[in-house]
Each structure stands twice: as structure tokens, then as C-alpha cells.
């Protein structure tokens, strides 16, 4: 099957980047606008991406269907898709289980499945992301990125593999984070918070520049990532391991306002372990 039309479920950071480096292949790749932000917009046209108007029109008009969105909306971004026999690739931090889901979705509506996992920053000239992929299409897909600053990487046929790797990358990456910020709160409520830094600066002195990366990441990604907590506590419970780790991981990404623009300093992790010290933020 020709993959030259490729449609993109929704350009946020990361969507839109995959977005562009396939436009930059040559290849022509469409979003849907309809009920998207102004910002979505805005990411869209700097990628170069076609404007389909509704997802429909979009799955309709493309040959390959990559869903890039937060964990939450996986399935119900699959479920957009009508009857037809294309391509789709879930890119999201999902457990294997909801990618199962996902695939079962597709596959009844006719479509091939193909179990996708991102592992680092949004690529850009010069800076590259790998793109994990497993299932039986795996390679088609994998080609599209050939010669990119994406790399793609085929696992097993196995058709989860990708999503199961991405959880346990992120299980440390993300989880750690969100330990060490429980950590600052911590130190902060019980008034050590200077002999602690001091501590560290004996034995542990990367920490103390490190907390400030995670206040960072909790500000602009953790009403995200508390999704993708959940995803992960999920895969340890399915293979019998504790999932507490990853659900107070959760909880804890749940409580900070969003902020897009808060940088990694001092002021950023007071404002995160104030919002980690009191309640949670509703509705996220």
C-alpha cells in the first residue's frame, strides 16, 4: 500500500514535529482543525501540514493515520475512525493493554495496527527522537523516516512491544522526576531543606540542578504526564508488580497548574512544591 497521504491526530508539541519532518521528506500530511486551539493552528501551519476541517475528512483522504495526543485520549481518538482498510499508527504513552484496546478499535473498523513508542524531546534540525514500532507493519512505517531526525526503531512483531518499552522508559525518566520533587516537598514541610541541599552537595551534587528540570517538566507537561503515570502504573499491575510507584507519580504531575512558560529555576520548583503541599488541582 502507497503511504504518500498521511493524516495527523492532533499536532500538539510533539505531533506537529513528527508532522514536519515528514512534510520535509516530501511526503503531504493533513490535520483536522475542527475544535482545535488557535495554538494547534498555529503549530500546524509552522509544520507545513495540510488543513483536512474534521477528522473524518482526514482519515478519509490518508493512506496512514498517526494519533500523537495525551494517554487519556488514545482511545477515543481511535474510535474516530470509520470503516476503511488504512494504516494507523498510535504513537502515545499508553500501556500495552490500552494499546491492545486501541488495536482492536482499528482492526474492526477494518484498518492495520501498528504500536508506536516516542522516546526523547520533539525532533528538530540537528536534535533527533527515537520513534519505536512494532507489529507486522512496523517497516513500512519505518521507512517513512528514513534519512530524518527521527529514527525509527522496529522491535519484534509482537504487537505491543513498542508501548510496553515506552512504559518502562518512562517509568524512570518520569517517575524519578516525580520522586524527586515529592522529595523537595518533603524536605520543605519538615524545614530541612538546606541541610538536605547541603547533603547532596557531598554526595549527590547533580540533584540540586536536576530538581530544577523536574519543577520545569511538572509545569509545562504534568497535566500530561499524570496520564501517561496512570499508563505506566497500569503495565506493573498487569505483569504483578506494584503499582504505587507510578499512581503517586500521578497524583502528584495532577496538582501543579499548567504553565507553558515556566523555566527551569528556583521560582518554578517553589511553585511546584507549594502546589505539591496543598490540594490538587480539580479537573485535571
Known amino acids: 500500500m502507497s503511504l504518500e497521504s498521511i493524516g495527523l491526530l492532533h499536532p500538539g508539541e510533539m505531533g506537529a514535529a513528527l508532522g514536519a519532518v515528514l512534510v520535509r521528506a516530501g511526503y503531504s500530511v493533513r490535520w483536522a482543525s475542527d475544535g482545535r486551539s488557535a495554538a494547534t493552528a498555529l503549530r500546524a501551519e509552522s ?52 494499546a491492545r484496546q486501541v488495536a482492536a478499535i482499528v482492526e474492526s473498523a477494518g ?12 525532533p528538530a534540525l540537528g536534535r533527533s527522537t527515537s520513534l519505536y514500532l512494532s507489529g507486522e507493519e512496523a517497516g513500512e512505517v519505518a521507512g517513512l523516516f528514513a534519512g530524518t531526525t527521527v529514527e525509527a526503531i522496529t522491535l519484534s512483531p509482537g504487537a505491543t512491544a513498542a508501548s510496553a518499552l515506552k512504559m518502562c522508559y ?6 524519578s522526576a516525580a520522586l524527586l520533587l515529592a522529595i523537595r516537598a518533603l524536605a520543605v514541610a519538615e524545614a530541612v531543606e538546606q541541610p538536605l541541599l547541603e547533603a547532596w552537595g557531598r554526595s549527590q551534587p ?61 521560582a518554578t520548583l517553589a511553585t511546584i512544591v507549594a502546589a505539591l503541599l496543598g490540594a490538587p488541582t480539580q479537573g485535571r
Open 47 to 98: 509544520a507545513g501540514l495540510l488543513d483536512a476541517g474534521t477528522p473524518r475528512a482526514l482519515v478519509e483522504s490518508s493512506d496512514l493515520v498517526i494519533s500523537v495526543c495525551p494517554p487519556d485520549a488514545a482511545l477515543d481518538v481511535a474510535r474516530l475512525l470509520p470503516p476503511r482498510p488504512l494504516l494507523y499508527l498510535d504513537a502515545n504513552a499508553i500501556a500495552p493493554a490500552t
Open 111 to 122: 484498518g492495520r495496527y501498528v504500536d508506536g513508542g516516542i522516546v526523547g524531546p520533539p
Open 170 to 175: 518512562a517509568a524512570w525518566s518520569k517517575g
Open 206 to 266: 547533580s540533584l540540586a540542578d536536576l530538581s530544577f528540570r523536574a519543577a520545569e517538566q511538572a509545569a509545562t507537561k504534568g497535566w500530561r504526564w499524570a496520564g501517561e503515570m496512570r499508563e505506566v502504573a497500569s503495565t506493573f499491575g498487569s505483569a504483578g508488580l506494584p503499582t504505587g510507584f507510578h499512581e503517586a507519580a500521578a497524583d502528584l504531575y495532577a496538582r501543579p497548574g499548567r504553565d507553558e512558560a515556566a523555566p527551569a529555576d528556583a
